[in-house]
């Protein structure tokens, strides 16, 4: 199954076993806690206590911090330069030089990295765990439209035929001596002849593939059935729900907390 | 049975029908395939029959179509779906794009029909194994070569169980070894009396052997009918673009030559071959 | 009519994963070539217009979905919603005719890019502390130092590449409806608005 998906990673972990549903609500609740819950801090809590034990958990420790620092890490590093030293009117906290970081701005900084951290952790970490088929089979089964799955699972199969293809066309313009090179528009106008092509003909497919999925009965009417079957533990509807009253709980939360100071 | 009568087909925006007055029967059962050269109406008939024309593309209809008794035009079309099952000409286009396995590939068409998951396991289990990718079964469909491929999209119709099956150039990906399955499998369902097989094909070779009949045609029009090896000899059909096995093509090559006796019939299979050459042998 | 209506449905439901597809690739190949454009929005426009308003939408809202989901690009997730609206517009521009004429395809990519632009700079600032950790950057740091706010700089940042992107994005799906047969616009409901 190496060849599934971009992200998911198979690991033996118990995690791994879980319902789809049950991991999208945790990383849910996570989202919603990191952007909604004031004070620079509380992101970081989060972090510590909740993602990285899951990533540990899963397996997945080490390939979660490193996917996520690459991610994370040009932010942070502008988000500190810029909003830290360019604050206008701040107190300065620190003086390197000429250069001062203001205690606002790092604050505010402070606050956004820890945004950027849990936003692009939990949805790394839902990813990596998570068989998209299998999420999408999971939504189908709560009543999503088997369009709607139809769409994102072929659109993740799809996209990394089409890179290849791209990258095809790229190959054979520089084998040929066409190196994309020059001005600005030098290299526009080596790309944008390869890009139509390759746009215009695969949407000369499209007709075929939409008689080929109704051939296969895609718009039969009355319910479908599924070949696969998603085990669930007893207690995860349990923790489902209680993690939908827990993102509705921190929702108020915060609002008041907002409200207060 | 499937009939036709007086149909003549254009495409929106078409001045030239792509199907001129075509009237055909095909008895239950029957292995019936369409030859005829590019651009002959072959993919516009398979189109009638799955009731793409006119459901999906508009145009002008003229005719009757009937498939099992009722008029598909008028049919619902959910009912025309369980009774013709059509594997398109491009398997790359054939895959849904939506499973991840072979095997959910080939489900997909059961989960849409509604049919119970034990059922489906089983179907799936055998229309792997009829047409040879049991051992593809767990990998990625969209990772597969061409003939894997189309191997696939055909299982993936097949287990859908349809009375008629429409294949349009099926082997097009295909080695002779895989071609000759394919047809070796088509042949024997139809034998079996579960499904009347049509099936659009180049490799005449093939078509001599296995086939009960072939159907010619040339631009939109029947050009011949009848038994493949009659209809593969004759010279208009041959003229018209139509492939020729090679005894017709080493018989063709002697008539240029002017050692072929005047209205002899040509050879189209390899038995007929080794009669005539014989008898040409002891004449000379 | 139902008919009509479902195959309609069926074939932009096809369409729309190989829209994504487009975005994907062809935004990868620009930023290969260093070309300091996105245009990885070509495909969601060109749902719109062909397809519709709504069409258009979902394709924009999966796309930034899928950029996540198959880890070539998280950071474009939260911004799902701009790409929606971007998709939503283009629909809109061609019922309204917008794209028949070169010019107006190109004033309704400046438009859409402004509002691409307004929208996204709130998610920016919120989320990523108004920094993209790219080369643009300069742009925001720049403004910062005149003293202009997170958020004012943040929609300076955004307006000093998204209208251009968008206008040549629109440019060319417009020069690809031209290109595309005629049976092939055929399939879709917005293809007579678009051609003369
Ligand atoms: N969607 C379409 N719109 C207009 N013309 C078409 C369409 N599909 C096929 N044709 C034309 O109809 C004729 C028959 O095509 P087709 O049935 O595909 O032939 P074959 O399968 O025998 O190669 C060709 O001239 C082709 O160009
Ligand atoms: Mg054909």
Not at chain 2, 18 to 23: C, E, G, N
Not at chain 2, 219 to 225: N, P, Q, S, V
Not at chain 3, 120 to 146: E, K, N, Q
């Amino acid at each position: 199954m190496a060849e599934v998906f971009g992200l998911y990673k198979q690991r033996a972990s118990f995690i791994h076993g879980l319902h789809p549903l049950t991991k999208l609500a945790v990383s849910g609740f996570f989202l919603l806690a990191g952007l909604s819950l004031p004070g620079m801090w509380s992101t970081y809590l989060l972090v510590i206590f909740g993602l990285l034990p899951l990533a540990f958990l899963s397996r997945l420790l080490l390939e979660l911090v490193s996917r996520t620092g690459r991610i994370v890490l040009p932010f942070m590093i502008s988000v500190f330069l810029i909003q830290g030293i360019l604050w206008s009117g701040g107190t300065p906290l620190i003086e390197v030089g000429p250069i001062s970081f203001k205690q606002e701005g790092v604050q505010f900084a402070i606050a956004s990295s820890g945004r950027i951290l849990i936003v692009v952790g939990s949805f790394l970490w839902f990813a990596l765990t998570t068989r998209p088929d299998q999420l999408m089979l999971a939504l189908a089964e709560r009543g999503l439209p088997s369009s709607l799955s139809y769409l994102i699972v072929s659109s993740i199969q799809i996209v990394p035929r089409f890179q290849a293809r791209a990258n095809t066309i790229l190959d054979a313009q520089r084998s040929r001596g066409l190196e994309i090179a020059g001005s600005i528009f030098q290299r526009a106008r080596a790309v944008l002849p390869l890009v139509a092509p390759l746009i215009l003909s695969s949407l000369i497919d499209v007709e075929e593939r939409a008689l080929a999925i109704e051939v296969r009965g895609f718009n039969y009417p009355g319910p479908k059935t599924s070949y696969r079957e998603i085990a669930q533990a007893a207690w995860e509807p349990m923790l489902q729900r209680f993690l939908l009253l827990a993102m509705a709980g921190t929702l108020i939360l915060s609002i008041v907390l907002r409200l207060v100071s | 049975m499937i009939s036709l009568q007086g149909v003549t087909y254009s495409y929106p925006g078409t001045s030239s029908p792509a199907l001129r007055d075509l009237s055909l029967e095909i008895p239950r059962g029957q292995f019936c395939a369409v030859i005829g050269p590019n651009g002959a109406g072959k993919t516009t008939l398979a189109y009638i029959l799955a009731g793409f024309i006119p459901h999906f593309y508009h145009g002008s209809l003229q005719g009757e179509v009937n498939v099992e008794g009722k008029n598909a035009a008028t049919m619902p079309q959910r009912e025309l779906l369980r009774l013709v099952g059509l594997i398109l000409q491009n398997p790359f286009n054939q895959i849904s794009g939506t499973k991840v396995t072979v095997q959910d590939e080939i489900a997909f068409g059961l989960e849409n029909l509604g049919i119970p998951r034990e059922e489906m396991v089983a179907r799936v289990a055998a229309a792997m194994e009829l047409v040879g990718v049991s051992e593809l079964a767990e990998r990625s469909p969209l990772g597969l070569s061409g003939g894997q491929m189309q191997r696939v999209a055909i299982a993936s119709v097949l287990v859908m169980q349809p009375a008629i099956l429409v294949l349009d150039e099926p082997t097009s990906q295909l080695d002779p070894v895989g071609s000759r399955e394919v047809f070796q499998a088509v042949r024997e369902m139809a034998s079996s009396g579960q499904m009347t097989v049509i099936m659009i094909e180049h490799k005449v070779e093939w078509v001599a052997a296995f086939a009960d009949r072939a159907i010619a045609l040339v631009d939109g029009a029947l050009l011949a009918d009848g038994e493949p090896r009659h209809v593969l000899a004759i010279d208009t059909v041959w003229r018209a673009g139509v492939g020729q096995t090679r005894y017709t093509l080493a018989a063709r090559r002697l008539q240029e030559l002017g050692k072929w006796q005047d209205g002899k019939r040509l050879p189209v299979t390899l038995d007929e071959a080794t009669l005539t050459f014989k008898a040409f042998q002891k004449r000379r | 009519m139902a008919d009509i209506r479902r195959n309609f449905t069926t074939i932009t439901i096809v369409l729309i994963p190989v829209a994504i597809a487009i975005n994907i690739a062809v935004g990868q190949l620009i930023y290969a070539a260093k070309i300091p454009l996105y245009l990885d929005t070509i495909g969601t426009i060109l749902v719109g217009v062909l397809a519709g308003p709504w069409a258009g939408a979902l394709t924009g809202l999966v796309s930034n979905l899928v950029w996540g989901l198959s880890g070539l690009n998280v950071t474009y997730a939260p911004f799902a919603a701009v790409a929606a609206i971007i998709g939503l517009l283009a629909g809109l521009f061609a019922e309204a005719r917008w794209l028949r004429s070169w010019w107006k395809a190109i004033l309704a990519g400046l438009i859409t890019g402004l509002v691409a632009a307004a929208i996204s700079a709130p998610i920016s600032a919120y989320v990523w502390g108004g920094v993209t950790g790219s080369g643009t950057d300069v742009i925001v740091a720049m403004f910062r130092g005149f003293g202009l706010g997170v958020l004012p700089s943040t929609f300076a940042q955004g307006i000093s590449s998204d209208p251009l992107d968008k206008a040549i994005s629109f440019l060319l799906v417009w020069l690809i409806v031209r290109a595309l047969p005629m049976r092939f616009l055929a399939r879709f409901p917005g293809a007579s608005k678009t051609t003369d």
